[in-house]
């Protein structure tokens, strides 16, 4: 990862196993939620908020947190996990592939009513996965969990932009962690 002050996106290394437990918590929650349940809080266990799942994991002998709220149009995951070092990831995962061709890399539109509107580069790993660049994300995301939902814009290849819409509260618990070791309020 690149360190300094950059509105490029850092290098993302694609890592199957971390991509195979987000999927896996995405799939938790999407039936947690479905069945309105709710876990116990534990590592490793998936808790569940409003509509985020979320979880902590043993990542050699560090928690990591990460918690993911699904999109109201399609099977599209925001997730946002945070390593014990501090680290933000922001990623959007499609649990199959998106239904257009992505770029490798494109302008991601947010729009909240705390942030009209931003326009964060991505990068597409497959065609399943976009990761936020970080270093924005760390400053805009105190203010997108604010809000009620987030709209986000993804271009296709073409040039069109398909729109995804997240519920963002309640998420004062499933974000507590993250917040407090990725945002330090």
């Not at 799942?53 to 149009?73: I, K, L, M, N, S």
């Not at 809000?147 to 814009?153: A, F, K, P, T, Y």
């Amino acid at each position: 990862m690149r360190s300094g002050r950059s509105n490029k996106p850092e290098n993302v290394t694609f890592n199957r196993s971390k991509s195979a437990v987000i999927l896996l918590l995405a799939a938790a929650a999407a039936l947690l939620i479905a069945s309105e349940g709710s876990a116990e809080q534990g590592s490793g266990e998936v808790n569940v908020q409003g509509g985020w799942a979320y979880t902590a994991r043993d990542h050699e002998g560090a928690v990591e947190h990460v918690a993911t709220t699904r999109a109201a149009e399609d099977a599209v995951w925001f997730v946002l996990a945070c390593g014990a070092d501090g680290q933000l990831t922001v990623s959007f995962i499609h649990s199959e592939h998106f239904p257009f061709a992505l770029r490798s890399v494109s302008l991601v539109k947010l729009q909240s009513n705390n942030v009209p509107t931003a326009l964060i580069e991505a990068k597409s790993v497959e065609d399943n996965q976009i990761f936020i660049a970080p270093l924005l994300m760390r400053h805009i995301m105190p203010l997108l969990m604010q809000d009620d939902e987030l709209v986000v814009s993804i271009p296709d290849r073409d040039g069109a932009m398909h729109d995804y819409t997240f519920s963002m509260q309640p998420n004062d618990v499933a974000l507590s962690p993250i917040r407090s070791r990725c945002f330090d309020f």
